[in-house]
């Protein structure tokens, strides 16, 4: 079952040394008492802030360091680059006017990454 994520959600790259949170600039819809993401919320350094290090030989700083480093791989500053948005959205839930992010997904930066929600900020309690 997918969660709805919402600002302090927790993302992970999988070339990313560190997570990190989500920041949702504008608290217009609430889950359910932080403000909730949408697939549009994907801009490098506004949403997505860097995950430490980079260990993909994609990104520019990372491949030069190698090579300046006989091969050894050296991992440099993650500057996140993800032009789309995150993908799927959730079907039947509109934030903003467009699907919510869910727990389940993904967002590609250029260098190679495949960014993940690892804890969507909420935790959805079912009472029976």
């Given amino acids: 079952m997918a969660t709805e994520t919402c600002m302090t959600g927790i993302c992970q790259c999988s070339f990313g040394a560190a997570p990190t949170p989500l920041t949702v600039p504008v608290p217009t819809v609430l889950c359910p008492t932080l403000p909730a993401a949408n697939i549009m919320d994907n801009i490098p350094f ?18 030069a360091a190698t ?5 050894v791989l050296t991992p440099m500053p993650c500057v996140p680059s993800t032009p789309a ?44």
């Fill in 46 to 63: 506004a949403n997505i802030t860097p995950f430490g290090v980079c260990s993909s030989l994609a990104f520019p700083a990372t491949a």
């Fill in 67 to 71: 090579t300046a480093a006989l091969g």
């Fill in 85 to 128: 948005p995150w993908v799927p959205g959730s079907p039947t839930v509109l934030v903003r006017n467009m699907p919510a992010l869910s727990n389940s997904s993904k967002l590609m930066c250029i260098w190679g990454g495949v960014i993940s929600i690892t804890f969507p900020g909420q935790v959805m309690v079912q009472v029976k």
